[in-house]
């Protein structure tokens, strides 16, 4: 039987497009390596990347998914595919697939933030990643980990979940927080005798960031670090 081609808008096909070429890049794959793991046109790719092809085959995303390491379930979702598409798979995926469908969200990516002392851009979203819900705040955000300030606990290339709503100040939680126009992923202590902020890194090769009661103005949290999605195969 033919698969059928599920034909997209065109913002949803720069948008999988997106999705799928930062995917390629984060885990180093060239363009020649796409066409060994999927036997699928260098053409083709491109095209998909761009956003230019806006027929996709399920074939295709089955290929694509399994080369990415991504779940074929929530990039099924991810496109839009109806019931009847995803009967490619066999009766219990489909069942599979049409359970866990009910519980992926989608929520933006923001720029890489240095868990070292970089920048963080809090204001371009660079595409939406699936997740499976677990009652996530509606406006929580991804940010993607550059750099080992906060190894073990988190490593790099990793994405960290934000709750904007939880800024409220708790004892060695992990906040996402702008100091002086500079934004970083630390924890938070407050020293009880001086009431300095502490903006601490779990590396102990890094040193704590200390901020005076008059420097506070110049801190925002911009929310609190709930959880951490790895793309990492497991050993």
């Not at 796409?34 to 083709?44: E, F, G």
């Not at 996530?136 to 979940?161: H, Q, R, W, Y």
């Amino acid at each position: 039987m033919k698969e059928r081609d599920y034909e997209l808008t065109e913002e949803k096909a720069i948008e999988i497009g997106n999705f799928l070429k930062n995917r390629r890049e984060e885990l180093g794959y060239s363009t020649n390596q796409m066409l060994i793991k999927t036997d699928i046109d260098k053409s083709d790719l491109s095209r998909i990347e761009n956003g230019k092809k806006r027929k996709l085959n399920p074939i295709y995303l089955k290929k694509l998914a399994k080369a990415l390491k991504l779940d074929v379930i929530e990039l099924f979702k991810m496109v839009g595919f109806l019931d009847d598409d995803i009967e490619i798979h066999t009766k219990k995926e489909s069942f599979e697939i049409k359970n866990s469908m009910r519980k992926i969200v989608y929520f933006p990516v923001y720029g890489k933030a240095s868990a070292g002392n970089g920048y963080l851009n809090l204001e371009q979203e660079i595409y939406k990643m699936p997740i499976l819900d677990e009652d996530f705040p509606n406006d929580c955000f991804f940010v993607k980990i550059e750099g080992n300030s906060m190894e073990p606990t988190i490593i790099e290339g990793e994405f960290a979940l934000v709750d904007p709503n939880d800024t409220a100040y708790q004892k060695n939680k992990i906040y996402v927080v702008t100091y002086d126009d500079e934004s970083f992923i630390k924890r938070i202590v407050i020293d009880e005798n001086t009431r300095i902020v502490i903006l601490k890194s779990d590396n102990t090769d890094y040193d704590d960031i200390l901020i005076s009661e008059e420097k506070q103005e110049y801190l925002k949290i911009n929310g609190r670090v709930i959880k951490i999605v790895s793309t990492r195969k497991p050993l």
